[in-house]
């Protein structure tokens, strides 16, 4: 066996162990409400979309890590690795190009110097289907010689930093949250309710067209209201259908985007409830269903976390150009003077 051979067939058996280890560890925090919160804790600390088995490789092999990137990605950017680091290993998918030349599917590996001509000149189009996976390196930021001054900023922090003193932090970020989930067409509302309702969801159309409305109990923490208005927003990115949204399966998958979030937020005093009613749904599920169904809470904790720090960096910039525009005027009216 060549030295190629014997590295393809390591690989293989690392892949092939690799899924059968974080099946089994699915299948424990899916029982242990302790371990899934142990589990959500670093997917809320990293700040990369990656599937829940690259999740759990990354958890293995660097704990701490909170940006990861391959070694020409961060060379793109003019970082630089450190030369003692050592990468962490991770699934690539292995993408296979292919066209269909002669009604036949041709692989890239076995295109003719006509096919390639016709494919550089776009006159053949090329395909793509995934078979397998392969193994890459990735380095986390603390890898690098990037200070930290340098660190990308995260806008949720910067705002909740830059709050007056005379406002509470998490009345601020729930302000920010309401704001947010209503440029997505979602009405927010307050009502008294009693002490063991958390938030109710209804659906109407106003005169401005809002269908969807979240009612927060007013006698509820800040902090309660902040974990339940984006566990009612995570329903809408996990794209439940209303008449569906109460099934167990996505009532706790809502839950667990939303304690994933708040984590990211830093707030503090949010715990996941007991599973014991989620089992039912555990115990009939299959492998591939409990995959696709945390990897679902993976993707839109993350797209819910970047898309609120994108409408924060739209705060910010919109802040700076009109504190320009009042240094302008200012600059103008002493000029005239």
Known sequence: MTKKE??????????????????LLLSSYLYDSTKMEDFL????????????????????????????????????ENV?????????????????EYVVYDNKKVTKDKWTNEIKELVKNNELEVYTYTKGFTLCKVFDISQTTLPKNQYPKQYFLYFIKEDNENIEPNTKLLSLLCNFIKKHNIGITYASMGLNTSEQRFYGTNIYGI????????KNSITQNIYSLVKEYAHTLL????????????EYQAKLVAFTVCKNLKLKG????????????VNQSTKQMRKKWINSVIFASK?????????????????????LSETDKINEATERE
């Not at 014997?6 to 690799?18: A, S």
């Not at 804790?41 to 759990?56: G, T, W």
């Not at 269908?211 to 007013?218: E, G, P």
């Not at 794209?239 to 996505?250: C, L, P, T, V």
């Open 6 to 23: 014997l590295r393809k067939e390591q690989t293989n058996r690392f892949i092939e162990k690799t899924i059968i280890t974080t099946d």
């Open 41 to 76: 804790s670093f997917i809320a600390n990293l700040d990369n979309k990656y599937s829940y088995v690259n999740m759990c490789l990354i958890k293995d092999q660097f704990p701490g890590a909170s940006i990861v990137k391959s070694y020409s990605s961060w060379k793109k």
């Open 80 to 96: 630089q690795v450190r030369k003692t680091e050592k990468g962490i290993s991770i699934f690539r998918p292995k993408v296979i």
């Open 211 to 218: 269908q969807h409305w979240i009612r927060l109990n007013d």
């Open 239 to 250: 794209g439940h259908d209303k008449s569906a949204i109460n099934n167990i399966e996505n």
């Open 270 to 281: 949010i715990e996941l409830s007991s599973f014991d009613k989620f089992r039912s749904w």
């Open 303 to 323: 797209q819910f976390t970047n898309d609120f720090n994108y409408f924060l960096d739209e705060i910010e910039i919109n802040v700076n150009k009109l504190n």
